[in-house]
């Protein structure tokens, strides 16, 4: 899989890729029709190395969707793919997108680094080991877990915050103390947002998808 670290320069054609290829998926489902399948050569790159995403929509500035894997099970291609149509269809906190809406969304994706684990003294060391705006954390507790991705920093910017929140979103008591939890970390890659229709066709026009 591509370095999520390096997303510079020549590796800003992979990440446009993906994300056309994320939108002629998400166009795909809406529509009710088969997953768009990746042409011979794509499906021979890079793209088809193992890897783990998430797809994350906005409507005007607002999240409809975000759906991904934390790790790397299948091809990043397929990855992208099956989690596009999830972020579309089945994010149990939205509706299912409709086929108006299609021209009112932006998607884009991000690509996951293995996570590694957060090693911390206490609660007050674990805030000082936080990278704002560059790590994406993953919490774990008795059967529970939850992340944020890196992204999620631009709304809540102070780390103290940033951990309350998650534990939120993991379920974790507040009484339960930071030293039973496990943290994990990871960074990502980063996609421009694309709007879908036209995307979707520049994935086809490029020879991304058959």
């Known amino acids: ?4 670290e390096d997303a510079r320069g020549a590796v800003r054609g992979w ?13 795909a489902a809406v529509h009710d029709q088969p997953a768009p399948t990746p042409s011979r050569a794509t499906a021979r790159g890079r793209l088809a190395d193992p890897g783990a995403c998430f797809v994350t929509l906005h409507r005007t500035g607002r999240l409809r969707g975000c759906i991904g894997t934390l790790e790397a099970r ?3 291609l397929d990855d992208v793919i099956a989690n596009a149509r999830a972020a579309a269809l089945d994010d149990p906190r939205f509706p299912a997108v409709a086929t ?5 969304l932006e998607v884009d994706v991000s690509v996951l680094s293995p996570a590694e ?3 911390f003294d206490d609660h007050a060391d674990l805030l000082r080991r936080l990278r704002p705006g560059t790590d994406g954390i993953i919490l774990a507790y008795r059967g529970r877990r939850a992340t944020f991705l890196p992204s999620v920093w631009a709304q809540l910017p102070d780390p103290a915050n940033f951990l309350l929140h998650l534990r939120h979103k ?15 970390r990871y960074t990502t890659a980063h996609s421009p947002a694309v709007a879908p229709r036209a995307a979707a066709a520049r994935a086809r026009t490029a020879g991304l998808i058959d």
Do not use: H, K, W
């Open 1 to 4: 899989m591509p370095s999520p």
């Open 117 to 119: 684990p957060l090693e």
């Open 74 to 76: 299948r091809p990043l």
């Open 15 to 27: 990440l446009d890729d993906l994300a056309d290829i994320a939108a002629a998926a998400l166009v």
């Open 170 to 184: 993991a379920g974790i008591e507040d009484r339960v103390p930071t030293a039973a939890i496990a943290v994990e």
């Open 100 to 104: 108006a809406e299609i021209d009112v």
